[in-house]
């Protein structure tokens, strides 16, 4: 069983920056691809980005180039770094943890990701 947390979230005006953080529990935290995934307010939750333990990673188009994802091993701990905000960048961003699968592969897993986060609340003001 893995816990996921989440923290960073928060209000910000367009064109800033935010640090999101996800703190993983488990003692196995190399064997997973690490993912983000946000909801939008009224829409479906959608893939944002993903890394696997070597660092591999893969991001959905709308944030390429304003987004990084890392994680720390020795900390358990992912990361997503944005940049730009854009107010459709405003959702319920959710942390996501799969073994022993590729970033691409996190992608196309949506629902079907064994472990998840609680959330955190972005809001990017105009």
């Known amino acids: 069983q893995v816990q996921l947390v989440e923290s960073g979230g928060g209000l910000v005006q367009a064109g800033g920056s935010l640090r999101l953080s996800c703190a993983a529990s488990t003692d196995t935290f190399i064997r997973y691809t690490m993912g983000w995934f946000r909801q939008p307010p009224g829409k479906s939750r959608e893939f944002v980005a993903a890394i696997t333990w070597t660092g591999g990673s893969t991001y959905v188009d709308s944030v390429k180039g304003r987004f990084t994802i890392s994680r720390d091993n020795a900390k358990n701990t992912v990361y997503l770094q944005m940049n730009s905000l854009k107010p459709v960048d405003t959702a319920v961003y959710y942390c996501?943890?799969?073994?022993?699968?590729?970033?691409?592969?996190?992608?196309?897993?949506?629902?079907?990701?064994?472990?998840w986060g609680e959330g955190t609340l972005v809001t990017v003001s105009s």
């Open positions: 996501a943890a799969e073994a022993l699968i590729t970033a691409q592969a996190m992608r196309g897993l949506g629902g079907g990701i064994d472990y």
